[in-house]
Nanobody, 115 residues
């Protein structure tokens, strides 16, 4: 059974930072492109960043220069370092493979950016 467990979200002021973690199980993690996604209320889920098996990364334009995705294949874990957070980054953040496994979404972790 494939499972993704996200953690690290919270309430942060604009300009602050958070580091999200996602532990994966049930897949041969090192073989997959991994992605961080987010969904704000009333909006569709969107891909924020992904990282290939060899570590190449791609980002949503609105987070370039502020967010950094990384992975630790030994720990089956993918991370998202988020700096210079803005109110428009407020959303539930999820990880999944990329493209996503539609039957394997986790609970996500809430990120709220507010003063």
């Amino acid at each position: 059974q494939v499972q993704f467990v996200e953690s690290g979200g919270g309430l942060v002021q604009p300009g602050g930072s958070l580091r999200l973690s996602c532990a994966a199980s049930g897949i041969i993690f090192r073989l997959y492109i991994m992605g961080w996604y987010r969904q704000a209320p009333g909006n569709p889920r969107e891909l924020v960043a992904n990282i290939t098996r060899l570590g190449s990364t791609h980002y949503l334009d609105s987070v370039k220069g502020r967010f950094t995705i990384s992975r630790d294949n030994a720990k089956n874990t993918v991370y998202l370092q988020m700096n210079s957070l803005k109110p428009e980054d407020t959303a539930v953040y999820y990880c999944n493979t990329n493209p996503e496994r539609t039957d394997s979404w986790g609970q996500g972790t809430q990120v709220t950016v507010s003063s």
